[in-house]
């Protein structure tokens, strides 16, 4: 009898302990990409080494992803990039810490698609700006996505465009974050 309640308890706590470690979900390997279309040219970029972290009991997320890690059709486009815009050796990263400001809306037990709204500090060029917009979270057997589509603008980041290129660059610059999450072990 002993050894079954004891069985029992043990039985309880590592379910008790798998079922709070999917409460967080973690990427290393997040999407972010983005685009910038003028009648002179288009450009555009993409990163798959974004890591992230979404806490379903508090609906915090926070991401980050490296500035030279994003890679470009044309070298010379990722060098100017990096070296005359971002800066990136200075500011070495981008970063958003916020939360889901309707949690409630969203059942990470249960497969579904939930339209969710995300405010928090975007970081990037080393100036902070809270933004809040619309994202989809995903889920489907246990695994989660979230996905969002957003403008930036570079001057409120300070990011300086020179004039002699100004008109190839847009002013609204379209972002597209993809993070597909596992749950994070403890």
Do not use: W
């Not at 590592?14 to 409460?23: E, K």
């Not at 980041?157 to 004039?163: D, F, G, M």
């Amino acid at each position: 009898m002993k050894r079954s309640f004891l069985t029992l308890l043990f039985t309880c706590f590592v379910a008790l302990s798998a079922a709070l470690a999917q409460d967080k979900y973690f990427t290393k390997n997040g999407q972010v990409s983005f685009f910038s279309s003028t009648p002179m040219e288009d450009i555009e970029a993409h990163n798959s080494n974004a890591t992230s972290v979404i806490d379903a009991r508090t609906g915090k997320m926070e991401f980050a992803v490296l500035i030279k890690a994003f890679k470009f059709k044309k070298a010379l486009m990722e060098e100017h990039f990096n070296e005359n815009y971002m800066e990136s050796g200075k500011f070495p990263k981008a970063t958003f810490a916020g939360v889901l400001t309707n949690l409630s809306a969203v059942d990470f037990k249960k497969d579904g698609t939930y339209k969710v709204n995300v405010k928090g500090n975007l970081t990037i060029h080393g100036v902070t700006k809270e933004v809040e917009l619309p994202a989809t979270i995903t889920v489907a057997s246990g695994a989660v996505k979230a996905n969002a589509v957003f403008n930036v603008a570079p001057e409120d980041y300070q990011i300086e465009i020179p004039k002699l290129v100004r008109e190839k660059i847009a002013r609204q610059i379209k972002v597209t974050v993809n993070m597909d999450y596992q749950g994070l072990k403890s």
